[in-house]
């Protein structure tokens, strides 16, 4: 039996969008199934060290960015805090914001407390080495790359995910940069009223 070229046409865009969508998932792994990924990790802030599981009998938001972002990290942000002020104090007040640099030549543990107090007071600014910083990254499949440019004007790369972790350190959710501050809202509560 002959195909007919349209059928044929038809059938090879079909086995090529069925292979990219398998390629995608392959690549990323693990990455979209919550409790496989994350855990406790520990970085520093400007005070010190810091680790997940500091934070004992919180809820946690975490977010890998770069203060130097001109859209996703500060969008991310504000609706975080918008999120965070729709909720009861007694809820909020379960809930630790974790902004983690992948960009510690330029974000200076200084630097880094002075941009997430800006959102609010209560949020951490968590950066490390390169190699401490790449280990966090690669134990909750996120992903950065510097992009090229000259001296200290470069951008980065990164991906958006706004992890939401339970009181045990277990990722419960994913949201995302454009997340709405509702959307973060309701995230937190049913978190919360799970534990």
Do not use: W
Not at 31 to 51: E, I
Not at 120 to 145: C, H, I, N
Not at 153 to 181: C, E, F, M, P, W
């Amino acid at each position: 039996m002959k195909l007919k070229p349209v059928v044929l046409l038809a059938m090879l865009v079909v086995l090529a969008i069925v292979g990219t969508l398998l390629a995608l998932k392959k690549a990323e792994g693990t990455n979209n199934h919550p409790g496989k990924v994350g855990g406790d990790f520990t970085l520093t802030s400007a005070n010190g060290p810091v680790s997940l599981s500091d934070f004992e009998g919180k809820a946690k938001l975490v977010f890998f960015g770069y203060t130097h972002c001109p859209d996703v990290c500060p969008l991310t942000l504000a609706n975080v805090k918008v999120g965070l002020k729709q909720l009861p104090e007694a809820l909020r007040n379960q809930v630790q914001t974790i902004f983690v640099s992948v960009d510690p030549k330029r974000d200076t543990f200084d630097h880094l407390s002075e941009y997430v107090s800006f959102f609010d007071p209560s949020f951490v600014g968590l950066t490390g080495t390169k190699e401490e910083v790449d280990r966090v990254v690669r134990q909750y499949g996120a992903f950065y790359r510097i992009e090229e440019g000259d001296g200290k004007n470069y951008t980065v790369s990164h991906s958006a995910r706004l992890y939401v972790i339970g009181k045990d350190n277990q990722i419960k959710q994913y949201l995302y940069h454009d997340s709405s501050s509702e959307e973060i809202a309701e995230a937190i509560k049913k978190l919360l009223a799970a534990n």
